[in-house]
C-alpha cells in the first residue's frame, strides 16, 4: 500500500490499478464490429493550382472503426470512391479482427488489394483504416496515441505552405506574412514549375518576392510538383540562390530518380521527394538512388502510420531525414515519434480543413505543434454536424 503523512494510507491505493486491469482487458478481447466510411468534398477558400495541376476543392476520405462502444477515426485526402472501396473490400478482412492486432490486420489489407492495385485508391483506403485501428488501440487502452508510440520530444517543427500558382502577388505576401511575422513560424514554401515549367520568369518573381517577405532569417522553401526537366531545374536553382532557397521539392517528376539525383547532385538547396509513395519498396528504390537529401512520407497513402515507421526505418538505414507531407494533425503524433524527423508541412488546404472539421486540431504558433497528451487516442474528434454539409459518399 501507498502510505501517506502521518502513517495512514491512501484510500485509493489499488484503485487505479484495478482501473487499469479492467482497461487493458477490454482492449485484449476488443474485436472489430463496425467499419464504416463517408467522403467530403471541402472547397477552397480560392482558386489553387502548383506547376502541374489545379483544384477547387478537396476531398477527405473518413474511416470510423468500432469496437464495443469504442471507437477510433482515420482519413486520408483521396478521391470519394475510397469509401465505397474501403467499405466493401476492405471492411470483410477488418471487421471480427482482435483491435489490438493492427500488424495482421494491414498485412490482411494488403493480401485483400493484390488485384486492385496496392497504389492509389486502394492504398489510400488502407492508409485511413489503419489511422483509425491505431486511434481506436490508444483509446480501448486509455493513452493519447503520442504516449502509445514513444515521443522523442514535446513540440514538432513546421513549415508553412502554400504560395500556390493562382495567387496573385498581394495573396502571396499576406499569407507568408501570417505564417512568419503573425504566427512565428520560422519556415515557410511556395509553388513554383508554374504551367510544367514554361514561367520560369514568374517562378524567379514570386521567389524573390517570398524572400523579400519573410525577411532574410526564415528559411525559404520552392515546390515545383514534377514540373521542370532536370537541367531546365538545375538552372533554376542557381539562380534561386540569391534568395537562399534551402528546399527544392520535386525539381522534376518523382519517377525520374536519375533526374532527382543530378539536381542534388548539382544543388545548394536540398532535394526533397517522396510524398507519392506507397510502400517500402518505393521508398527503398528513392533512397538507394541518392535522389534525395530528405524523404518525404504521407501517412495518408503509404499505409497510415504502419507504413509511416517503416518508411522512416527505410530512410534512417540510409541516414536521411524524413519529413510528413500534408495532412498536419494526422502525421502529429507519429511525427513526434520519430527520431529522424525534420519536420511537419503545415499545409494550407488540409489545416484548414482539418481545423474546420475536427475538435482538437494542433496550432501552429511559434512554429512547432504539440501533440495532445492529455486525452485518449489521436486526441481529434471529428464533428459530423461540421461535415455532413460537405458529404458526397
Known sequence: MTEIPGGAHDPLDGVTDRVADRVTDRAIDAVVD????????????????DGTFAWDATTLVVAEISAGEVTGTGWTYAPAAAAPFLERTLA???TGAAALDIPGIWRAMVRRVRNAGRQGIAGYAISAVDVALWDLKARLLGVPLVRLFGATGDRVPVYGSGGFTTYDDDTTAAQLRHWVHDQGIPRVKIKIGESW?????RDLHRVALARKVIGPDAELYVDANGGYTAKQAVRLERRMRDHDVRWFEEPVSSDDLAGLRLVRERSEADVAAGEYGGDQVYF?????????DCLQIDATRCGGYTGWFAAAAVAAGHNLQVSAHCAPNLHLPAAAATPGLRHVEWFHDHARIETELFDGAADPAGGGLRPGA????????????????HRVA
Open 34 to 49: 463496425d467499419v464504416r466510411a463517408a467522403a467530403y468534398r471541402v472547397p477552397t477558400d480560392r482558386p489553387e493550382a
Open 92 to 94: 470483410p478482412v477488418v
Open 197 to 201: 515549367g514554361t514561367e520560369p520568369l
Open 284 to 292: 527503398t528504390r528513392m533512397c538507394a538512388a541518392g535522389a534525395v
Open 374 to 389: 492529455d486525452v485518449p487516442g489521436l486526441g481529434l474528434t471529428l464533428r459530423h454536424d461540421a461535415a455532413e454539409r
